[in-house]
């Protein structure tokens, strides 16, 4: 069975392909529309449904404007909106010493979320919540939390840049992805699926291959 890079419209075997933004393409055809960098599948940027490096392709081209950054720094962070009082002059009387600040009232604070450069926050893909700065990982174009970013099938964690992708969503290569989506001819039928077990929270695969 073979695909058609979407780079070089030349057949992908098995063997030779990667899997980025749901197209197989051969391993040295994905590369950045801009720079002609390779790029690791699930860790670069899109637009358009073509792929970008995050620096300093994506933020030059599609960042926000006059700011040269990329990756992480096409996001941007909520700034505090002065209160209508804030200008209105002060006397020295209004003036009072500084408070101590506290980690409790430090704790009490909401991070700042994230927002794309068109203003809208950042959900995550895996669970719909806003994803902060210190918490995420991006992958497929797109800001997870850590723990978010699973194999679609056994839930297993996995690493950003490290998986394989299917249709926009993340698959771990061994066994999942093979299992799934490998070959015409391999052992995909669900009865040829690995089992799965789940011990005190932890997910597992055993190998379920027919013995002949």
């Known amino acids: 069975m073979s695909w058609t890079c979407p780079r070089c419209q030349q057949p992908v075997f098995f063997a ?16 950045c529309e801009r720079c002609h960098s390779v790029l690791s599948p699930g860790g670069h940027a899109e637009h358009n449904g073509r792929p970008y490096c995050h620096k300093p392709c994506y933020g030059a081209l599609f960042g926000p404007r006059g700011v040269n950054i990329g990756g992480v720094g096409s996001y941007l962070y909520n700034a505090p909106t002065p209160s209508p009082g804030s200008t209105t002059p002060l006397s020295p009387s209004s ?64 690493t950003a840049g490290s998986h394989a992708e299917h249709d926009g969503v993340p698959y771990c290569h061994v066994p999942c992805y093979g299992y799934l989506f490998g070959p015409k001819g391999g052992q995909t039928h669900p009865r040829h699926w690995p089992k799965l077990w789940h011990v005190h929270g932890l997910w597992g695969c055993v190998d379920n291959f027919p013995r002949g």
């Open 16 to 31: 030779e392909k990667v899997s980025s933004l749901g197209k197989n393409w051969h391993r040295f055809c994905l590369k």
């Open 95 to 158: 003036f009072s010493p500084p408070r101590p600040r506290t980690g409790l009232l430090q704790a009490k604070k909401s991070p700042p979320h994230m927002k794309t450069f068109t203003g809208e926050t950042s959900l995550c893909p895996g669970c719909g919540e806003p994803v902060y700065f210190a918490e995420k990982v991006m992958s497929l174009g797109r800001n997870w939390h850590r723990p978010c970013l699973r194999c679609q099938r056994c839930r297993k964690t996995l």
